[in-house]
């Protein structure tokens, strides 16, 4: 059983799709912003990674992958990523890499972090 769904306005707000449609376009660029935060943060890995980061202020891959139980190769390849996408910035001590979260990039993280503390804290 295939269900139509039909639309049964008798006539379009235009004032209003268009205001809707100026606020869109106005924030395209917040939009592609957020999109590509999510797809970061989509794998719970890179997440858990973040929630460190946000936690310790910075760590090494070898610090990350004691914690998170697994190899450096497997945490440096979500570093990458997330580090491609502009979330993460790097300092070089000797021949050690530190990671920290990109302070531009904080407000939409801090919410889903406060989110998993307090999930925490109910459980």
Do not use: W
């Not at 797809?39 to 990350?64: Q, W, Y």
């Not at 790097?90 to 531009?104: C, P, V």
């Amino acid at each position: 059983m295939k269900l139509e769904i039909t639309c049964t306005r008798a006539e379009a707000n235009h004032k209003q799709l268009q205001n809707c449609m100026s606020i869109i376009e106005e924030m395209e660029g917040s939009f592609q912003k957020t999109t590509k935060l999510l797809a970061i943060t989509g794998s719970d890995v890179r997440l858990k990674i973040l929630f460190l980061l946000h936690m310790e202020n910075e760590l090494c891959p070898c610090d990350l992958a004691d914690i998170l139980k697994m190899s450096v190769p497997a945490v440096s390849q979500h570093i990458r990523k997330i580090k491609d996408a502009g979330i993460i910035t790097s300092r070089r001590d000797g021949q050690t890499l530190y990671y920290s979260l990109n302070k531009d990039e904080t407000n939409i993280l801090n919410t889903i972090f406060k989110s998993i503390e307090l999930q925490r804290k109910i459980a």
